[in-house]
């Protein structure tokens, strides 16, 4: 469906880094129209692409461009935000409340409010950009862990509702990326092209779990082993 002419793509955080990459990919591979969305529409660069203005907490702008863009076939769920995050902080509640607002109430409404789109239109394809962190833990990343993993678990409910309606679900899961969001990282990361060019393969094959490197998938699998003690 990826590289159909007939495809109409919605990328959400389509600005920058690894959602500008989805939407210049997808120009490349030919879908008939890449609808490129950010909060501020003239950031976005990306040629051959039609930017739209979607902040993805406001549930009212989310339904609003939904009614507008009947010809979408494929969502991919890229918007997203990573803040720092421990049990010690005196904000802890407030920041994983404001991250989750993004990362899986944002998530929600785009996907609730284009689902009577893509069934109108005979199905189509979700893709929900998770992470490695949809299994890992460790201390400062209370927010985002929790963010996406509880993306995890809606990919999959929203899987088991659409599958039969002929909507493909996939999650996306990788380490870190070469983006603005993982500056502060030390460490080797993926491209964002890389990053793209597996997923979107992936997804034009029918795969409804993408594990893009080995981080992801030691992750996974670590997931199901048993819990550590805590060393008390």
Known sequence: MLEDRETTVLVTGANRGLGAAFASALVRRGARKVYAAAREPGTVRTSGVTPVELDVTDRAQV??????????TVVINNAGIHRR????????????????QTNLLGTLAVTAAFTPVLLGNGGGVIANVLSAGSWL?????????????AALSLTNNVRAELGPRRVQVTSIHAGFIDTDMTAAFPGPKLAPDEVVDIALTAIARGEQEVLIDEMSRNAKAASALPVPPSGV
């Open 63 to 72: 339904a609003d461009l939904a009614e507008r863009l009947s010809d979408v």
């Open 85 to 100: 995050s421990s049990l010690f902080d005196a904000d802890v509640v407030d920041v994983v409340e404001d991250v989750l």
């Open 137 to 149: 833990a460790g201390p400062g990343n209370i927010a985002y862990a929790v963010s996406k993993a």
